[in-house]
């Protein structure tokens, strides 16, 4: 009898979990979703504050916004991945920022962060754009193509080693004539 009971309880338990599971994934937005992604890839890194989703709830509703340059991977429909470029000003030019990228961390190095950055390129580049700052890991970015900013003369407005503040002209010469330091939309604190 009380094996019986015992089993009752359990199902019960279960069903009242999924169904609470099912409302609560049910009332969030895309929006949510990709800040719970951002946030859980993020957890365990060194160098952040882990604040990078809230980060993107304010660009998602800042001036520096560009809808098609938000981008998301999925995997059975649910987003696994997720990209962001925002628009930054280098003295009277428009280039973009690439901030943040995050991959969910058992879905990592199977290729998805390297999809998104460049799908984002492709975009950018189709959109006029001249190239790309990201604040980062050397090594990652490297991959993709960026060198030290300082190589033309872009700064960031932090003292930064200079591995990290990188750069990528979108076609060859693009930046050839863009000087200066990045002024960064308000919502990173930063400038
Ligand atoms: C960094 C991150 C986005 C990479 O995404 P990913 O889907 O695992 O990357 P990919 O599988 O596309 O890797 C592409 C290449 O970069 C390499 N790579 C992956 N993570 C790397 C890292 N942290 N440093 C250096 N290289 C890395 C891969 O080995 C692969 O190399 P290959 O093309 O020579 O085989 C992911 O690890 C992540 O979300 N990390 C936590 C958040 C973060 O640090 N974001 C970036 C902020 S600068």
Redesign the pocket.
Known sequence: MNVILGIAFFILGSLAVYIFQRKKYKKMTEEDFVCEVVQK??IR?KF?DHNEHKLVRELLKSDAFVKDLSLTAKFKGMIV?YILFTKVKVGNDTLLTL???????R?????????L?EKGHKIAKELGYKGIV????A???K?FGYEPASKWGIKCPIEVPDENFMAIELYPGALSNVKGTVEYPKEFGIN
């Open positions: 890839a993020f890194e952040s991945g901030a943040p990228l995050a991959v969910l961390p879905f990592q190095k199977k290729g998805i962060g390297k999809s950055v990201v604040l980062g890991h090594d990652y970015y991959k």
